[in-house]
């Protein structure tokens, strides 16, 4: 059973689903995605730990930080704080694109509260990226009367998406229709984030998944991987920028072998 609850923290209400028991396990979505989707991923690691997905500030049913306040420093501290409120001081963290850039920062900031790390799909935002010239980001859509918007942003997230899997472009429609302008503003705030200096600071065991169809984080996995001593690198053959509900067994398979390798 999923059993979904809404904990306080500084900034308002996080909205948190959980399933299992046991070793806690948090999980972070992809902008402008929520907890949705980690769905089918849940069940899977909840049969062995405390898998833990919450919606990050300002996504799905998690309220905002102030106006101005969005950082992933600041999503990663509110992400410690609903541990914190949910009575874990410490934990697995698992991240993918956002929400790996997220547990990066978690794991730098506060070492002491993450046990291990799984990076899935990670960006990796140094100096070249955050000075390169501004453009539109993807799920940048303007809303329009008859909502044209719509298509544009199915048709902007379909060539990233399994071929015949209209049902996750679904998922995502809601989510990012949920988001509003944070939907786009949500892949500034990785731009902005500075990364490289943070990424040694990592020390617990770490994972770095790369999903080989994903043109946006497989070139980049490599670099990350590096720049973590110790961690471990594996790819996964066929794996999207929805590989957590594209291919949740296989996603919850390597994060299951990672952690029992750890014992």
Avoid at 122 to 136: E, T
Avoid at 195 to 220: G, K, Q, Y
Wanted: charged share 20%.
């Amino acid at each position: 059973m999923i059993e979904r609850s809404f904990v306080r923290i500084k900034s308002g209400l996080v909205h948190v689903a959980a399933c299992g028991a046991g070793r806690p396990v948090l999980l972070l979505h992809q902008t402008p995605r929520s907890w949705d989707e980690f769905r089918d991923v849940l069940p899977l690691l909840g049969a062995r730990y405390r898998a833990i997905a919450m919606d990050t500030v300002g996504f799905g049913d998690s309220q905002p930080l102030p106006s101005g306040a969005d950082s992933i420093e600041a999503w990663a501290e509110a992400a410690h704080e609903v541990l914190a409120a949910l009575g874990h001081a410490r934990a697995v963290v698992a991240g993918h694109h956002t929400g790996a850039a997220i547990a990066v920062e978690m794991a730098a900031s506060r070492p002491e509260r993450v046990e291990a790390l799984i990076l899935s799909a990670c960006p990796y935002v140094d100096a070249a990226r955050r000075a390169a010239p501004g453009k539109k980001v993807i799920d940048e859509v303007e809303p329009q009367a008859d909502g044209r918007h719509l298509q544009e942003l199915w048709a902007m997230r379909q060539p990233f998406y399994p071929e015949g899997r209209g049902d996750l472009l679904e998922r995502f429609i809601v989510d990012a229709l949920k988001a509003g302008p944070r939907a786009a503003e949500g892949h500034r705030v990785v731009g902005r984030y500075v990364m490289e200096p943070r990424l040694p600071l990592v020390r617990c065991p770490t994972l770095v998944i790369a999903p080989m169809a994903d043109p946006h984080a497989h070139p980049h996995a490599p670099t990350v991987a590096a720049a973590i001593a110790g961690s471990k690198l594996i790819e996964i053959e066929a794996g999207t920028v929805a590989l957590p509900d594209h291919m949740p067994h296989a996603f919850a398979a390597a994060i299951d072998q990672f952690l029992s390798s750890l014992r």
